[in-house]
């Protein structure tokens, strides 16, 4: 995972890479392979998903600002959580899909509802399909978190990064609220749901279309190419050193914001803001920052993001707030306004049903 001559490379031309590169201990000794199995995890998602139509957004370029941290924005200080740490077990999928859908749910609650939900719940009880620790499909994430739905991580604590294994689900799909056990006995369930989302939609992987959804809604889930050399990724704005021919796993992340940075001298490098899933140790502070604009290592090729479903007295207040889910009159919204066919495609994937 670490290569001292490719590191030495890197960080001799930094006008041209734009980053900085790192021997990170934790990874010193492990092979390549470790990492790709490991540290990343996310599966192509389906065929039918692939042919899912982005919904149509109309953005008012004048209203996107050269900068956004979706963290920073007034009205959801607090509401956009924190990096996790996957540890050593490919769920990057659970992560980031999770990530996005607690993020969601904090905005569009006006905070009611801010928590951290389980990656433990969706590895051990999200099974069709999926590998565990050796990888999983974002889309039968979600499927998952729409028909069943997740407990909150204090109640189902993640264990799977430390020990690589994924044990039996702890919590039944049909289990009674009202006496539910959590996987730590210290702790009761107290709500009287699980946490739940709407289907998820796609965003069209053009620059302003990702910008105007995040900035109106919240961060949203990608999925991206990791070559050999992220591993050593310590900051700066990242892109590829090497072949688009090199090998490379698939990953899942979170997109938070944007900006521009010319700090290791050279033009000015447009980027795109990004929260990992390999802990505050790595990167800057578990964020980094990757070209944007240019589909660097694929990462606006499938953007995915979700409406959360709330309890009664949110959805009630929501509907007092006019507008909060409009994209200010500029975008069509929500499912209704998709193309014509993405229903059927979306019947087809399963997430509808």
């Known amino acids: ?35 790709f199995l490991y ?8 065929a039918l998903s692939l042919q899912m139509y982005p919904i149509i957004l109309r953005p008012d370029s004048s209203r996107i600002p050269s900068e956004f941290d979706a963290r920073q924005k007034p009205e959801w200080i607090g509401r956009v959580s924190d990096v996790g740490d996957q540890g050593w077990c490919g769920a990057s999928w659970a992560f980031s899909t999770l990530g996005v859908a607690q993020d969601r749910l904090s905005i569009e609650s006006f905070g009611n509802e801010t928590v951290r939900l389980s990656p433990q719940h969706l590895l051990s009880c999200s099974r069709r399909g999926q590998r565990g620790c050796e990888g999983g499909h974002v889309d039968r994430a979600w499927q998952y978190l729409r028909k069943v739905g997740v407990v909150n991580e204090e109640c189902y604590g993640y264990e799977s990064g430390t020990t690589g294994k994924v044990p039996s689900c702890r919590i039944p799909i049909r289990a009674n609220l009202f006496s539910l056990r959590c996987a730590s006995k210290e702790v009761v369930y107290q709500r009287r749901d699980l946490y739940k989302t709407e289907p998820p939609y796609r965003i069209a992987g053009k620059e302003e279309d990702i910008q105007w959804e995040i900035m109106t809604n919240g961060p949203v889930q990608a999925i991206m190419r990791v070559y050999k050399d992220l591993f050593m990724y310590a900051g700066g704005v990242y892109r590829h050193t090497g072949s688009p021919q090199d090998d490379y796993a698939m990953h899942s992340v979170r997109i938070v914001g944007w900006g521009h940075d010319s700090s290791l001298g050279g033009r ?60 200010s009159g500029h975008a069509h919204s929500n499912h209704a306004h998709l193309h014509p066919d993405a229903h059927l495609q979306l019947d087809r994937s399963g997430w509808l049903i």
């Open 268 to 327: 000015p490098s447009k980027y795109w803001l990004v929260a990992n899933s390999w802990g505050k140790r790595w990167g800057e502070r578990g964020f980094f920052r990757i070209r944007r604009g240019t589909n660097e290592s694929e990462i606006e090729s499938f953007i995915l993001t979700v409406r959360a479903r709330l309890a009664a007295y949110d959805r009630k207040a929501r509907r007092r707030r006019p507008g909060r889910h409009a994209h």
């Open 1 to 35: 995972m670490i290569d001292v001559t490719l590191m030495d490379h890197i960080n001799g031309r930094p006008r041209d890479y734009g980053w900085r590169a790192n021997n990170y201990s934790e990874y010193w000794g492990r092979k390549k392979r470790d990492g």
């Open 39 to 46: 540290r990343t995890g996310t599966l192509n998602p389906e």
